[in-house]
């Protein structure tokens, strides 16, 4: 039996790995390899020193200082030296790799991949999965045909007020039929990355791919059900609009309001906006039987606490005037206020052959076919339907799998 991400409430999963000392034991060590050791790399280098039960055993980057970096954060847990791989094939092809977890620039997903698919080892790829929904739909079929697991990295399921929102609606069924899903991300423009790829729609696959792939695969996931259209508006404000790198001028929206009608007759919407002081995300489910709020208000200010909640405002339910939530603290400030950590246990759990629900790259594909449909409705100024979209990205199958 496949074990859902929200069988457990976020307090269930903060208890059992208060206990879990079993992951420790070195026997169950899995040699992983880092491609891509960015901020996001460096996030896996420091959830997989905290959970132990993987050790960072080779680096490949084409970027020096990246290397120095993710070697600098390694060294906080660990004085064990890691190989440091010269070319992508070398660092696919180590005998003692268990696991391969790339974390490069989107553009490079679908090339990288190709090529650690010669090896034969599960692999791990960072959303979203690619730029386009050719390459998209080329990295599903390779992993149809895949004789190991391949894990996509969007792990907002993870965070602790998506866990339990899930477990109340899925699990508990405390909203009764749910009708509609309303999701809204606000927070400061993009980081700076190496390269600034984020800045442009060619590397990143554009802002509602790059960044909001994480919100359409928690919708689609809350829904349930096929997507059947897709309305959106939205565009440049405020961010980067004389941005130039090496030349070339970003491109990149930085707002916008999308509304999805699923095939279930659940109706849904999100809301982007990228030029807000603090990061703050919420998502409302409603049902017949009342209204479900779960939110996070994080900052870069590392003065401010990061706090999530959960509302269920269903007559007589515990949380009806609301509970704050959250895991212990050294696993929030690991990255993504845990998220990224209890991925991470999901990926070795795939390892270990166990059967858990983490992102698939069928899952992928369907987040970046609506974040597609959206950004083709906001430059067409119409709405899409999502049978054709996919028709003409040649992903049809994929709707009726
Ligand atoms: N799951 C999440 O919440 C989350 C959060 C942040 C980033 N990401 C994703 O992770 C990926 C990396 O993002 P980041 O923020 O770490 O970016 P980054 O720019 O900080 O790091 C990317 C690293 O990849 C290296 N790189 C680039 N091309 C390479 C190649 N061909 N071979 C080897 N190394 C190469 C760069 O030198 C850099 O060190 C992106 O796909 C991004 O969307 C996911």
């Known amino acids: 039996m496949v074990r859902k991400f929200y069988e457990e409430t976020s307090a269930d999963r903060s208890a059992r790995v208060a206990k879990q000392i079993g992951y420790q034991d070195p026997r169950k060590m899995h040699n992983l390899l880092i491609i891509g050791s960015g901020l996001i790399g460096r996030e896996h280098i420091r959830v997989a020193s905290l959970l132990g039960a993987g050790r960072i055993h080779g680096i490949y980057d084409t970027n020096q200082q990246s290397i120095d970096l993710a070697e600098a954060e390694l060294q906080k847990f660990s004085n064990e030296k890691v190989v440091r791989y010269t070319s992508l094939h070398n660092a696919c092809t180590d005998q003692a790799v268990d696991v391969i977890l790339i974390c490069t620039p989107n553009y490079t997903h679908h090339q990288i991949l190709s090529e650690a698919v010669k090896s034969g080892k599960p692999i791990f790829v960072e959303k979203p999965m690619a730029t386009s929904l050719k390459d998209g739909a080329e990295i599903l079929q390779l992993s149809d045909s895949y004789s ?29 039929s749910v009708k509609t899903i309303s999701m809204s991300e606000y927070r400061p423009p993009f980081l700076d990355k190496v390269e600034q790829w984020n800045k442009f729609n060619e590397y990143s696959g554009g802002t509602l791919v790059e960044k909001c792939c994480h919100y359409f695969d928690l919708i689609n996931l809350m829904a349930e059900a096929p997507p059947r259209d897709v309305f959106a508006c939205g565009g440049r404000a405020v961010n980067f609009l004389n941005f130039e790198y090496k030349g070339r001028k970003s491109d990149i929206d930085d707002h916008g309001f999308v509304i999805i009608n699923y095939c279930n007759g659940i109706r849904a919407n999100f809301t982007l906006n990228m030029f807000a002081n603090e990061f703050y995300e919420e998502l409302v489910v409603t049902g017949e039987k009342g209204r479900l709020v779960a939110s996070e208000k994080a900052s870069t200010d590392k003065n401010r606490q990061t706090k999530a909640s959960i509302m269920v405002e269903v ?15 050294n696993i929030e400030k690991s990255g993504h206020h845990g998220a990224t950590f209890f991925e991470h246990e999901a990926l070795i759990d795939q390892l270990q052959q166990k059967e858990v629900d983490a992102a698939s790259p069928k899952q992928g594909l369907m987040a970046m076919l609506v974040a597609s449909a959206a950004q083709r409705s906001i430059l067409e100024n119409k709405v899409i339907s999502i049978a054709e979209h996919a028709k003409r990205n040649g992903i049809e199958a994929i709707l009726h799998q």
């Open 148 to 176: 190991k697991f391949i894990q996509v990295g969007m792990q907002y399921r993870y965070k602790a007020q998506y866990v339990d929102a899930f477990h109340e609606v899925k699990s508990l069924n405390s909203l009764g």
């Open 315 to 329: 007559k007589g339910h515990q949380y009806y005037e609301g509970t704050e939530i959250g895991y212990p603290a």
